[in-house]
């Protein structure tokens, strides 16, 4: 007696998709956001209600620039990595040309000697921060063009440091030393990622910390605050009041901190409390705890940048990858900066903790970024067939039989 048994028809090749988002990323991004608006919340309540009556309106407009932030991201994550690229000369072009314009008296706003605002209708633009992502974009694109002239040639390794040089120029000018030194070393540390020649990195960039050294001593503004910020103490009532309040925050902090709104420097000891020196009422109110947590939050953000870099350029996707260094060495080196300052270890510069501090422009800024990040990831997830695909006919399948 026999039986008959028929076969079913095998299933399609099934496609994975990669997720469209990194989670990390996001978690991470996620985490450092919330800290920020909880902080500036913290750190601004006393500021806000003296100077405009109502205690949330720093953390009110935090929110609204974190939401303009988030929107334009979309939009320019939409773009797409093709149409940054195309528009990336474009874009250092308008950058260089709000750096004049903030020098012009009459069109750029001045606050505390400096001019690096332009002001219009009630929205504030601040050049420098503009100018720090259309620096990356662009180099993205020119590290691919020429990148052959960039690791075998020093005329490679020049041209960009001529651009630096022009913008460095226009920002010394508004006086903003600290962006300058940002994007010097963004941009060193992007050539050097590109493969420039390490021995003409490190003239290059023993030459350029030479001319900041310059900078320093001829500038007595400058030099008062180097001299204080060697021995913050013996300026206390000067020069070197910021950096002295800032460590007096810390040292209350103490392991676990005063407790969440508990500051005391923020009632008006400690200047520029919720941008600047944020990290410090970090430090008062969370303790060493929460400064550990904010330092390994971006730690993990500037590796998670990196990998996200380093799969685009396994991709050959190579100015995806330039995009993403860049973008993870300038949150890496600006929070580096931001928190050397809080903690006396650079003299005082007017830098933001990326994504904590108050910040309209610089808020905008970083989500910005972000979202070119979100982009890199996306375009370097391939779609990932099945190992062996089954073909599939409309033929019926054949009858076993079986004794």
């Not at 800290?35 to 806000?48: R, W």
């Not at 540390?189 to 020649?197: I, K």
């Amino acid at each position: 007696m026999k039986q008959h048994a028929t076969r079913k028809p095998l299933p399609r090749a099934i496609v994975h998709n990669e997720p469209t988002f990194d989670r990390w990323l996001i978690c991470v991004l996620v985490a450092i956001v919330s800290l920020g608006v909880v902080m500036v919340a913290s750190a601004s309540i006393s500021i806000a209600a003296r100077s405009h009556g109502y205690e949330f309106y720093y953390v009110q407009r935090h929110l609204i620039s974190l939401s303009i932030g988030a929107g334009s991201g979309y939009l320019l994550y939409r773009q797409g990595l093709d149409w940054v690229r195309r528009w990336s000369p474009h874009a250092l072009l308008l950058a260089g040309g709000l750096l004049v314009l903030v020098l012009i008296p009459g069109i750029g706003h001045r606050v505390n000697g400096a001019s690096r605002w332009l002001a219009f209708k009630g929205i504030t633009i601040q050049s420098a921060e503009v100018a720090k992502l259309a620096m990356i974009v662009y180099l993205a694109g020119y590290l691919v063009r020429h990148q052959d002239q960039v690791r075998h040639k020093l005329r490679g390794f020049m041209n960009p440091i001529g651009v630096l040089t022009l913008l460095g120029l226009l920002l010394i000018q508004e006086p903003d030393m600290g962006t300058t030194a940002v994007l010097s070393a963004t941009t060193l540390g992007m050539v050097l990622l590109a493969g420039a020649p390490i021995p003409t990195f490190a003239c290059i960039g023993t030459l350029i910390a030479g001319v900041f050294g310059g900078l320093v001593v001829l500038e007595p503004y400058r030099l008062a605050r180097w001299i204080s910020f060697r021995d913050p103490w013996q300026h206390a009532d000067g020069s070197g009041y910021q950096l002295a309040q800032s460590l007096i925050a810390f040292g209350r902090g103490h392991w676990v901190g005063v407790g969440l709104g508990n500051s005391v420097q923020k009632l008006f000891y400690l200047p520029e409390v919720h941008t600047d020196f944020i990290f410090a009422v970090i430090g008062e109110e969370l303790g060493v705890a929460g400064t550990m947590l904010v330092i390994a939050l971006f730690l993990f953000l500037v590796w998670r940048i990196f990998r996200i870099g380093a799969r685009a350029e396994a991709a050959g996707q190579d100015f995806a990858a330039n995009l993403a260094y860049g973008v993870a060495l300038l949150i890496g080196i600006e929070a580096f900066f931001n928190i050397g300052v809080n903690i006396g270890f650079f003299p005082t510069k007017g830098l933001t903790l990326p994504f904590i501090s108050y910040g309209n422009n610089s808020t905008i800024i970083m989500c910005l970024a972000a979202a070119l990040v979100f982009r890199v990831a996306y375009e370097s997830r391939a779609e990932r067939p099945a190992s062996a695909p089954v073909e599939v006919t409309d033929r019926p399948a054949p009858e076993l039989a079986y004794d």
